[in-house]
């Protein structure tokens, strides 16, 4: 456009184009910060919804207080941005909508993790150990398959099955995170839960009373139910249980 002495006038244009140019960022900018179309968005959050749900129930349900902790707040941010996703005005900052939702593709795979971990889990013992480890990371003491420990055998004590049950289940108890979730006159099943994943290790303890020596034979079985590798946390319980019975104090009696 010329002006009224036939020059060009530019000033304007640059403002126009400078808005065009703004406009044309700002629609950019929603598309890429809101991840995708408001359908689309509504379906990934509805999801991630459902899945803090579930997590929040069966973390609860264990008590498994980081389980519990992300959930809650996967849960919040979830509702929070499909709130603002249907709002025709968004009342949050576009720089941390933008940073919600990469915070929600971040804690989506996380919660599906720790859901993977609570339903895809089945316990390694119930009622008697098992005959032989499944995973490296297992440790057993017994005459029949053993695995790790050191190679040491099963301890042999000239009292009460009681005594030497009571013991252990103390000791077990004392453990952080681990609860005894089975128990008989002759057999222990306690579960401890990692603190951070929650993963859930099984410790079984089976007492045999020895008719021709009247001692308890105890044996020890200790295995990780997800994975492979367990940094070694299943050894060092059992060498801890067995050292704590090593050095306890029985009566000398026959075994019952």
Request: charged share 15%; net charge neutral.
């Amino acid at each position: 456009m010329r002006n009224g002495n036939g020059g060009i006038q530019t000033g304007s244009n640059c403002v126009l184009v400078q808005q065009s140019n703004e406009q044309t960022m700002k629609r950019k900018h929603k598309v890429y910060c809101g991840c995708c179309p408001a359908l689309c968005g509504s379906i990934v959050l509805m999801i991630g919804i459902c899945i803090s749900l579930i997590d929040f129930v069966f973390s609860s349900l264990v008590a498994h207080a980081i389980g519990i902790i992300v959930s809650l707040i996967s849960l919040i941010l979830f509702l929070t941005l499909l709130y603002e996703l249907f709002q025709n005005k968004t009342r949050v900052n576009g720089k941390y909508m933008c940073a919600g939702h990469v915070i929600a593709g971040i804690l989506i795979p996380i919660i599906l993790i720790l859901l993977l971990v609570r339903v895809n889990t089945n316990a390694m013992c119930e009622g008697s150990i098992p005959n032989k480890c499944i995973h490296a990371g297992c440790t057993k003491i017994s005459y029949n398959n053993p695995q790790r420990g050191n190679n040491r055998p099963p301890l042999n004590i000239h009292t009460k099955t009681e005594q030497v049950k009571s013991v252990a289940k103390s000791w077990l108890e004392n453990q952080p995170r681990t609860n005894i979730v089975e128990e008989t006159d002759t057999f222990l099943h306690a579960q401890t839960m990692s603190f951070l994943w929650g993963f859930v290790d099984d410790t079984c303890v089976q007492f045999h009373c020895n008719s021709k020596n009247r001692t308890v034979s105890v044996e020890m079985y200790a295995e990780l139910r997800f994975g492979e590798g367990d940094f070694d946390v299943n050894d060092k319980r059992i060498m801890g249980l067995l050292d704590a019975l090593h050095v306890s104090t029985f009566s000398d009696d026959d075994c019952t």
